[in-house]
């Protein structure tokens, strides 16, 4: 059973840094695409970051610069460093696995990711 386990989630106020951690367990493939995923109040929830099992990295425009996604394999462990953080980065933020390395960045809404987290949640005050 796959489980995607996400923390580090918090109240910072624009201008300032959190760091993300997702989790994961029981996914056996070694081919994969994870990312980050946010969501927002009455909003669509939205691809942030996505990075492959060869490190290969991709991110949305507006966060281009300011988050950084990363992974430690021997932990299981997938990272979200976000910094200069801004009000309209606040959302929850959940993190997905696909069996398909492909899939990273091909699309920015959240089709087609295989397995969720629950969320942390992020709240940006100006």
């Known amino acids: 059973q796959v489980q995607l386990v996400e923390s580090g989630g918090g109240s910072v106020q624009a201008g300032g840094s959190l760091r993300l951690s997702c989790g994961a367990s029981g996914f056996t493939s070694s081919r994969y695409c994870m990312g980050w995923f946010r969501q927002a109040p009455g909003k669509e929830r939205e691809g942030v970051a996505y990075i492959d099992m060869n490190g290969r990295t991709s991110y949305r425009d507006s966060v281009k610069g300011r988050f950084t996604i990363s992974q430690e394999n021997a932990k299981n462990t997938l990272y979200l460093q976000m910094n200069s953080l801004k009000p309209e980065d606040s959302a929850m933020y959940y993190c997905?696995?696909?069996?398909?390395?492909?899939?990273?960045?091909?699309?920015?809404?959240?089709?087609?990711?295989?397995?969720w987290g629950k969320g942390t949640l992020v709240t940006i005050s100006s």
């Open positions: 997905a696995i696909r069996r398909d390395e492909n899939w990273c960045g091909q699309r920015w809404d959240s089709y087609g990711m295989d397995y």
